[in-house]
Every structure is written in C-alpha cells, then in structure tokens.
C-alpha cells in the first residue's frame, strides 16, 4: 500500500498530512473548523450589513428636503408645464395639469384608465400625493431606500391607498424594485411618475439615471405624464441642461411629436398614443455621449 501514490490518509485513523502550500492548507482545513469559520464570515456579513442599514436609515432622517409638500414639488416642476398651466400658480397649475391630462379620454384600455397609479420614485411621497383631489388615483407609492415613517403615518397613509416600497431604483437592483413597484400597484403600466431627488442627486452618476428614466418611461402607460429632476444645483449649472436639450432635439428628430419639455434642472414628457412604447436605447438625456445618433 502507498508505494505508488505516497501514503493513503483515512480520515477515521489518522489526522490528515501537512499541507505544504497556501492551497493545500486551505484545502484541509478540518470540516468542523470550516463550519466555524463560515459561522463566523456569515456573522460578520450579517453584522456589516446591519450595520450599512442602520448608516442609510440614519441617513434618510437626515436630508433636508424629506417627504416634501405638494408646493415644493409644484415650485420646482413649474418651469416644464406647457405655457396655459404656467400662469394658474404654481400648485393649481401642476395639479390641473396632471389631473386634466390624465383624465382624457385618450387611452385605449379603459380598465388601466378607470384605475390611476401613480408613483414617486426617490421619495415617500406621503405628503406630495395629497396635493391631489380626493380619490384621483386609486393608488399611490412612493419608493425610497428606507421606510422611516412612523406607525401613525403609515396607517394614515393605507387609509389613503397610499405605500412606500423600500428598495434601490438605480443600478442592479432597479428590477426587483420595479417589479416590487407593480405587485403592490396590481398593474404593469403607471399614469404618473415624480423623481425630485434634490441632494441624493449629488455626485450621482447619471448614467444611472439615465437608465432609470428609459425604464420609467416603459412602465409608463398611454397618456401617462412624468416629472423628473436631473439637477438639484439648476440655476448655477447649465451644463447639463443642454445636454439634456440636445438629447431632446435627436428624439424628436424620429418622433417629432413627443411632448417632452425642459426647465432649469427638470424634465417633463408626456407619453401620448402614437409615442414610442420605449426610448431609444441610447437616448442619453443626462450624459454627454458623442456617438449619440438616434
Ligand atoms: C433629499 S431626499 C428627497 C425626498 C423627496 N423626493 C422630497 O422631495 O422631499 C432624497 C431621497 O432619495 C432617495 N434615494 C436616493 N438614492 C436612491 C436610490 N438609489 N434608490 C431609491 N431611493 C433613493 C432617498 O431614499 C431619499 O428618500
């Protein structure tokens, strides 16, 4: 026995060889000690996971602007309402102009039209949606990286068939977010999308964004509306304001009809029945992207 291959180790007579290199050590390290280590890696993993999710909650009470009012949505958005809005002030003319637009009589799927949904993406949204009359959607969520409402909040804001859904829309994770985003809504397609992320667009990459919109644009239904801030320093920086023009002036080059408009900062575009059911894939509102030939 062993002449061939060395000598044969039985795990029930003996303990095994010494490993002599880095791999072989790894390699035999003794079952029960393997255990111990995983135990102690999944402990630390939970543990500095724990401890990321108590940094970002703790961060979430901390913005400035946080689960804003109707008003401050309206003031901001006001610059990309079409012209006859402009002038009714700034609350009156945003809720006019949403509620006007999404009640025509223009989709064809009446089901989808009698049922309104709307969705803040980067935000609560707790207080925005009561800007709205009574009852005008028959559900609304807002998504943001945690839930810090309290109790009473939460109940106040079910009473209303109002949700928030915790969840990362950018990046990897946008998916699981969207679909978590339709379950609760029990529909595929939504009426209204808001993104007013105000500091959280910091040092952001807008790549990102950029994704982000094309998918919201493709969860929105026909006739449906969305209202997005892409620069929370607008007034000083107009760098990115003419990019998104420029992006803006190529898509309509193939769809001349798309009703989207810019303000300092913002973006509106209104998907109505003879649009695109999607954006063209490089579409790049936010990033400067020289190859870009729609
Ligand atoms: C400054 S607060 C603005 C909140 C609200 N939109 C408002 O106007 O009051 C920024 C929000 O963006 C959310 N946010 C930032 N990055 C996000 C991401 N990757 N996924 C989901 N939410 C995000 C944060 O959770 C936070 O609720």
Redesign the pocket.
């Known amino acids: 026995m062993g002449i061939e291959g060395g000598p044969k180790f039985n795990p029930e007579e003996q303990d095994p060889p010494t490993p002599k290199t880095e791999t072989e050590k790894v390699k035999n390290i003794k079952p029960e000690t393997k255990k111990a280590g995983g135990i102690i890696r999944n402990f630390l993993d939970t543990r500095s996971q724990r401890k990321k999710q108590e940094k970002v909650r703790f961060q979430?009470g901390q913005?400035?602007?946080?689960?804003?009012e109707f008003w401050?949505?309206a003031g901001f958005f006001a610059e990309c309402l079409p012209e006859e809005y402009k002038h009714k002030g700034w609350e009156e003319g945003l809720k006019s102009y949403i509620e006007n637009t999404l009640s025509r009589e223009e989709t064809t799927d009446q089901r989808e039209k009698s049922k309104l949904t709307a969705v803040?993406?980067?935000?609560?949204g707790s207080k925005f949606f009561r800007g709205f009359s009574n009852g005008f959607f028959e559900k609304t969520i807002g998504?943001?990286?945690?839930d810090i409402r309290g109790e009473n909040l939460k109940n106040e804001d079910s009473s209303l068939n109002h949700y928030v859904v915790a969840?990362?829309?950018?990046g990897a994770d946008t998916n699981e977010t969207l679909n978590e985003v339709k379950t609760m809504l029990d529909t595929t397609k939504v009426d209204l999308i808001v993104s007013?992320?105000?500091?959280?667009l910091k040092g952001m990459d807008m790549n990102l964004l950029d994704d982000a919109v094309r998918q919201w644009y493709a969860l929105l239904n026909e006739n449906g509306v969305m209202f997005i801030q892409y620069n929370w320093a607008s007034s000083s920086d107009k760098r990115e304001d003419n990019v998104a023009a420029k992006c803006i002036e190529m898509i309509k080059g193939k769809y001349p009809q798309l009703d989207v408009q810019l303000g300092r900062g913002v973006m509106r575009l209104h998907k109505k029945l003879d649009d695109p059911e999607q954006l063209p894939e490089n579409a790049h509102f936010f990033v400067q992207n020289p190859d870009q030939n729609i």
Request: aromatic letters at 14%; one cysteine or more; glycine letters at 18%.
């Open positions: 979430e913005w400035g602007d946080y689960d804003s401050h949505f803040e993406f980067g935000g609560p998504v943001c990286l945690v969840g990362n829309i950018l007013r992320m105000q500091g959280a």
